[in-house]
């Protein structure tokens, strides 16, 4: 079965019966809505590298299930080795999008899920690892997209799933019957949901034994009875609507976040992953987090590079680009990408087999990686508004810039005084200044700032909770250890 | 002759022909219109506060030129006490508007051409401080608000003024008339050019004498004939114009940014205050910059109050306020705005006055103030994202939160499902929950991340322009012969 | 009373039966003892600069309490310019010494003892104000160095005073007598003492109504019985004992710490200021901090300018002073020690008077200066070293230099040798090359590194102690409240 | 032929004639000199570690000459598997010492030798690689320790080598015979080489045709005629005379520096690997400072790792390991210390093979690597210093601890009253305290820094080196054509 095109994958959403919400109002040609568009283009962009030669290695794989050719998207990671492509993979749609692509949480969410539901039947007997297996290859087989859901809303975070006042603030069973399971609840922040053909369902949090009923894993089709969306809006959202592909600054590609809401969802048994065990919830998060840690060493670097990219083009066009103050800038917003990339590589190689064989991430240096990633990007936007110049945030809007109404003592037109006054060295058109600068703008405060900064402080966990884990992995016994032998200090005692 | 009141202030604008496009079109009745309104409404708090009494300290001084009780943006510094005060009240306006409230320029521009036509005068016999003070006595009687404009578009910056391939990239005289001048060119970034009265024009580089024509410094009322605004477009604009009072962030309001064109407008010669002194042109650029940098450290400060505020609340809301780890971020981001704060209050209290009389700030410290303002913000941004939580970025529209469309199995509306979801704990509204997200989204990457983060960058001169300052104040030939004191260096030598 | 030369100070120490261990010994002659006396000759600066006419404004003031001309340092600061001056005084000190000049604690002890001792006899009617004042008058007519000692070694730190295993690890009263008070304990880190003529003693944290006999303040002589000082030692300290002028560094000037041992001290009744009335031990240790954390804005920011220099000597010898990297990192170095200065002058400048007349400096913005003097001075250091190079670390010892001892096959001595490869450029000794990479070592890793770096960090207490006083004088609930205006939050219930 | 032992190896040094200078005099018993063994020991467990059966795969492994089992000290990394191993070494042999172990900068003069060596033959038809594998082979086998010496003296820096006034100020040839060339000049900041039984010298900046004769490369043993040492001087070296094992910090291991001498060298034909092709002097300083900058991922995280849990066992010893603070500054630690090492296993990770066949570093990564050890050491050591507290630089000596001199009025020890006012908490020996606290002296201002910081900024290069690689190797082009491609900027003219 040969992989789908862009154009394929397009068309097969709309076979979809998907419901979303905008503005509070359904939206029933969501495909071409303008808002929406650019996140299925980023989609597209998946399943439109698969298809070129040069990026082949990076793009595809051979499933270690059926031996098939499949995307990378949806692959069971073999080798250290793979988990490096993974992330050159998602360095070179960030490079070609400049946005979140958001088809990673679904290939993070396979590879949790599959090593978890391997631990929990081998202690339980169930048959969730089979159930996967054979959803799995039905993924890699049609080359379907599917979100990785894990954010539940919360409500009182000082409460656990099952002293909410609403049960349904985590996603949970409500009836079981004895052809499947009916759930209810939501997941908040989703990026590829809108975008994909199916979901994975899976735990935001460790839960105790009164959570049994929040401890819950399945997949379901994203227009699955009783399923919808409401989106969420964006910096600067409507000014895709305005028909300019000029001041929308990534005129092409974008991403996006919606609520996905379960309304007493039928989940057939076939597709349920993880029902009631709840002590393998934590396992499913930390693994899922731990992927996903690492993917943020591959997508925002990618991103990083055009914003690197944009900006010494800025300088070029400002005519400054030689100026020592400007190349160490450049250097210094390198510098922090190329470490974001190196911690990416480095929890990628650092990996090793779980117990049902596909690879994990060094969960040390994952959580390292991330760390990294909610603080270089906004340094590195900073250096690029710092490069950029004020442009960035005042010249006029791309009508003005086109405008003939007229308003100079000689007949200028606002377009004239626009073009005239912005104007900078030889060579340098004024149109392509307004897209530098509008490029900037969206990266740093419009809609794509969402993703690059936002999204790289608070997804796949907000800091806090990298710095939870590094210091549980951190050995910090081992390194007291270390201290005192070379101290001198002989203590048989405790360690504390 | 009594302050104005905001209300007087607003009516006065409509009395003033001026002339703004926007979109490619002129705006009538630009008073009223929703995007340039909340600019408008800022500077009308500088008058509403002058007329409160607990704030009458802070916002009202008594002129130097004619006893008059003044609002204190109209005056002339007095003291280092006065200096100290400019700084509390710029806080205080940040606090009450979380945007910049562009009346500032003004004031900093009539402290840096009253000294600087002292000397001019003093040097050439010429008459612009007398012509000066005539201006700024009407100003201060009328209590008019008066736009600094200095920032010209510069066209390829590697070449001064008369050697551009367009003259007037940088405001210059071009025809010298017997009872006055005539000027053509522009001015970039211009924050209180359309709320203003008046403007003030000033050069923005030092210049040699081939660029005489380019030294020129006058003033004219806004709406004088050949002069017009074309506006600047910013992050989020449009949500203005949806009639929402949530989603928009800070709905009443906001900063602003426009491109002032001088279309051959002629200037009487009682409005000159250079004219081809082109030695003057970098004095009268450095006095400005060094009070707008100054500025910096109080009305950014009081905007920093404000977002501090909002993390705090938003923290409050998500019922985390008492994590040792939030607590933190609130501490750094306060230590980091008092910082900022007690450059601005230092700079002040080292101040002395000119030969003119009035009082300028220390230099090395003022650019030591902006420099830091060209990074804290950005980091207190940061940490207010941290705390915010991605929600900021996710949260559905207002428009959601109160739709009426029926979305779920049991009749439940969008409204209800978005209420039900993004309810936290006891006591927290959704609706309270959306204000504080939605604040601090403007905050962070709206409209008034452009006043917050980009012009804390590029106001009052970019990051580079301070350090040269820096440089050059820093008295190292001093600093390195207390080192040959202390390490015992006797070199009767040059000092390079 | 004619204020004290320095040589007459360092007599005066002579007269002193003070108690010195080092090394396990008693140390006789302890004024000329190589490693205190640079110590001696920091406090003898603070007499010499005091005869100079051109520091009188900063060095001397007028008593408050007598009318009289008294060394600075002794004085109560009767102004917020009183407070600004102490701070350039403190600056200048730096700048002569490149060390801790250690006097400072007296002075600040002397500000918040007198303002404590008013408000606890206005409470309880005791006499401590009187028996203070006329204390301090004895101290200015006198001209004498007093200690402020305040660090307690506290023991086991979770437990209060009245719950350690042994009562003395903070001083305390162990016997009351109607003519006064015996004393046990030590305090530790304690600078200014081997030099100081006199000690005032005062409680190192809040305590309860069971910590009565630890909340305790009084001064003694520094030889009074019963009382001996254990000197700590320092990096580098023995090359002190080398008699090289080069390879110390910093050949006349240094800092120092001792352990103070309180052994069964007798103190008379005039000299006491706290007995017991233990509420009152939080608010001396809290304004004592805040006047010692405003004299590191000042003290410390006098080094580092001496660290820029020799760093801007180092590159000039090195003949690189003209890259743009180096004089970028130069600009950053008075960058962030200007910095640190404008918090020092900023809550000089907002100080307040005290309910006894004397001014404190603004205790929220005093513990933001600490707070960055705990940061800056690591970069200051970081960048010294980086411009210095490695040579600061690897080069051969002074006595290499001038060794006679053949090594080359032409008759060559060491001293040859070294002087031809550590040849720079011409007209650049060896010699003063040493001088300034010793200078750096000293002040970068060497003796001078424990003042400039650990102290900047420690001394006047922790960083974490800072950031709970941001905490506490940040008024976050205010700043929730300019949030909940400008986002339209009503709200009536509580603010928690 | 067996790896020699770590004794075989302290005794082989006993057999070579080295002549090493300090102080101005001859050492002859240089091996037992205090001040120098702890340099010999670091290299001694380089030694020792490879006997270890646990150990093993990362200490050894098969040579690529010879199939034998060698050192990986004396490896040619075959794999980017063999780069990642050195790494790991490199952190173990850290943790081991807690210092710079020094032998490592021969392995990487092999590495950059052996494919440079290659490259020139291939282009001159010369037999450097022959001789280079010949004398490989012969300290593989007798597994010995080999220093990498490149840092020239470089006397006036704005000139090249041939137009230095002392054409010594870099080696060079003096005398070309029909068997050998007679070398001159110096090699400055030498950390391996007094322990070493050879040293490769290389160029160290890439030169021009008039610089042939500098463009030197050979290998001489230790002892050659006409070569000497003149031993550099560190922070606290002298402590290690005191025969104190507390006070020094880290008994047993330290790093050095010196200043390496050839005054008339005589090399044989056969120990020549570059003489004159001036052109491949660059190369061979790229590859061994890219695998410099490499390693420098691993030893320092090693001497981290020790630094880190220092600081946690000081936290424990003061009681306070559970504050949130204490808990977070060690995750941050952890975090920083983990982000180098990142850096050094991507770098690694990415490697690829040279036309000699032995495997390379990334470039680019290997200058992130290093660049990010320039910063991240001198936070981790402020960290630490912050943990430890202000008693790391002002506890009293070792001695005081021991004497039996009587201080107290009850018969008390200068020892009794130290171990009684420097007790903790229960169960914490002062004599331990005393441990960590010189221990983590030694690493943050005494012998150690040098290696742990100083060395960390300039060694393989000082920052600005490590900028200019990455500007160099960051393709900014590449980076501009994909903003370009997002923003739709369609230029078919020149990129400049």
Known sequence: MPLMTAKEYIESLRKLNTRVYMFGQKIDNWVDDPIIRPSINCVAMTYALAQDPQYEDLMTATSSLTGHEINRFTHLHQSSEDLVKKVKMQRLLGQKTASCFQRCVGMDAFNAVFSTTFETDEKYGTSYHENFKTFLIKMQDADLTVDGAMTDPKGDRSKAPHDQADPDMFVHVVERRSDGIVVCGAKCHQTGSVNSHWH?????????????????????????????????????????????????????????????????????????????????????????????????????????????????????????????AIKDKLIEMTHLNETLYSCGIACSCEGCPTKAGNYQIDLLLANVCKQNVTRFPYEIVRLAEDIAGGLMVTIPSQRDFGSDTVVGNNGETIGDICNKYFATRKGVSTEDRQRVMRFLENMCLGAAAVGYRTESLHGAGSPQAQRIMIGRQGDIQDKKQLAKNIAGIVSDKEDN
Chains 1, 2, 3, 4 share one sequence.
């Open 200 to 324: 994975i369902f899976m735990p935001t949090i460790a839960m105790g034994e009164a959570d049994k009923d929040w401890a819950v894993s399945f997949a379901c089709p994203t227009d699955a009875e009783g399923m919808y969306l409401i989106y969420g809006r964006q910096s600067c959202d409507t000014r895709k609507l305005e028909g300019c592909s000029i001041d929308v600054g990534n005129a092409k590609f974008g991403g996006q976040e919606a609520l996905v809401v379960l309304d007493h969802v039928f989940i057939p048994n076939e597709y349920i992953f993880l029902n009631g065990e709840y002590e393998f919830a934590g396992m499913m998060v930390e693994r899922f987090a731990g992927y996903h840690r690492q993917s943020y060493g591959g997508c925002k670097v990618g991103v990083g590079d055009v914003v690197i990219g944009a900006a010494a083009l800025a300088a070029e066009y400002n005519g400054v680009e030689k100026a020592s």
